[in-house]
């Protein structure tokens, strides 16, 4: 949280230049054993149309983001906040399943629709780059195939975990971050 604070203080700023509204945002999401946490991320969307619910999928170019928006998603450094879950709350760990929305869909169902086991994702504590994530798994959950690939390299983390593979997760998310093909 120290050593990323400058950055995350120029990142507020830029926000609070770019578009009026509160620098973070908020959303329930599922935690630990299915029960819901409230986590943080800088906020990259217009105030007025942000998404608490994420009903909507953000897509390429979409209106509601926020130039500065744009650029913290695609670097997904909007969820540096979380280190405030993963610092004081204790509600996300650095290394673990992403966090989905409480009523995020694909192909219009919700997730534990389209996904047989969903739930088991949430046998850990969720963290804020996982498995998935650094196998390319980030961004837009669309389709039932990418949620369940999503869900598949969830369950292999949770099945082999071990501190040398959070330790392998945490050294290769700068490099997996670089690829943005996906973030948007």
């Given at each position: 949280l120290i050593l990323f604070s400058p950055l995350m203080l120029l990142i507020a700023l830029a926000i609070k230049l770019d578009s009026p509204g509160p620098v973070l945002f908020r959303q329930k999401r599922h935690g630990f054993n299915n029960q819901e946490v409230e986590i943080f991320k800088f906020r990259s969307m217009y105030t007025n149309k942000l998404d608490y619910e994420a009903k909507n999928l953000v897509k390429k170019d979409d209106p509601r983001v926020t130039r500065v928006g744009r650029f913290i998603r695609k670097t997904s450094i909007d969820e540096l906040p979380q280190l405030l879950n993963v610092v004081f709350k204790g509600d996300v760990s650095l290394v673990g399943p992403r966090p989905h929305a409480v009523h995020a869909m694909a192909a219009n169902q919700?997730?534990?629709?389209?996904?047989?086991?969903?739930?088991?994702?949430?046998?850990?504590?969720?963290?804020?780059?996982?498995?998935?994530?650094?196998?390319?798994?980030?961004?837009?959950?669309?389709?039932?195939?990418?949620?369940?690939?999503?869900?598949?390299?969830?369950?292999?983390?949770?099945?082999?975990?071990?501190?040398?593979?959070?330790?392998?997760?945490?050294?290769?998310?700068?490099?997996?971050?670089?690829?943005?093909?996906?973030?948007?």
């Open positions: 919700l997730y534990d629709e389209v996904v047989d086991g969903y739930f088991a994702r949430h046998r850990v504590r969720p963290g804020m780059t996982g498995w998935a994530q650094v196998n390319g798994w980030r961004g837009e959950t669309d389709t039932p195939d990418k949620l369940q690939q999503r869900v598949e390299h969830d369950l292999y983390y949770i099945e082999n975990w071990s501190m040398l593979f959070d330790l392998y997760i945490l050294a290769i998310t700068p490099f997996a971050l670089t690829k943005t093909e996906n973030a948007y």
